[in-house]
């Protein structure tokens, strides 16, 4: 059970945030079980109100952890694990990568290549437990493979994967916030050129949005499919549609998602 697991989540930054905030909801989650580790702890003042271990030693916060995320930059993965290394003293210790790019075989590098690892995309929705991530682990059984797809359950949804996808993964669960927040962004623009102010518009764009995507969970729907259920001939959708595939609407959002992946793939 992941409530009973003492978790550290070492260079806490936006995305370690996401993830503290997101175990925090849980009904079963004791804030003590939780340490936090940032070079200036002063933004981490939140988190110790609330009663979560906040400090800057990550080698004393890696040696009480069962479970150690590394929320850091992928330059400074293997320093850290270099550091933390000789505080790693239980074979059942899981690490837990979050950098990009960064590969299981360039962990094992620094720590022993007998360490229980993983790696995991998760994003920025995970402070409203609602993220998409997907891992992928090396040296772990099925029972660890679980508690920590319960980790990440925890704050959303969670898909195991082959490491080989993990920079696919990465395009689509945590840029592709960014590009549904830009199509957000874009369609309350239009519709306060068309008449609304902008907390209506963005009223009716943050329900519409979300309501799409229950839709396509609730009725494991095609989105095309229920495109033809909106679009009826010589209407107002059609004609905007074709209007942004005249664009390059539909092109433009492929060649941005293969862009962001040729970018970590290099």
Known sequence: MISTMKIAIIGCGNLGASIANGLLKRDDFDPKNLTLT???VDSLSGFAVLGVNVQSDNVSAAANADIIILGVKPYNVAPILAEIKPSLKSKDQI??????????????????????????????????????TCICAQNADSDQIKLVSE???????????????????????????????RFMRAMIQGGI???????????IV???VKGA????IQKNMH?????????????CTIVGLNEMEHQGFSSAMVRGVIASYEKIAK
């Open 38 to 40: 940032k070079r200036h």
């Open 151 to 181: 980790l990440f359950d925890g704050i959303g949804f969670t898909i195991p994967i082959d490491e080989s996808l993990m920079e696919a993964a990465t395009v689509l669960g945590a840029c592709g916030i960014a590009y549904v927040l």
């Open 193 to 203: 050129q068309i008449g609304f102010d902008s907390v209506t518009a963005s009223k």
């Open 223 to 235: 989105p095309e499919a229920a495109i033809d259920k909106v679009t009826t001939p010589k209407g």
């Open 95 to 132: 690490i837990i990568s979050l950098a990009t790019g960064i590969t299981l075989a360039e962990m094992y590098q620094v720590i022993d290549s007998s360490s229980i690892t993983f790696r995991a995309m998760p994003n920025i929705a995970a402070d409203i437990q609602e993220s998409i």
């Open 206 to 208: 943050n329900q519409t």
């Open 213 to 216: 995507a229950e839709l396509m």
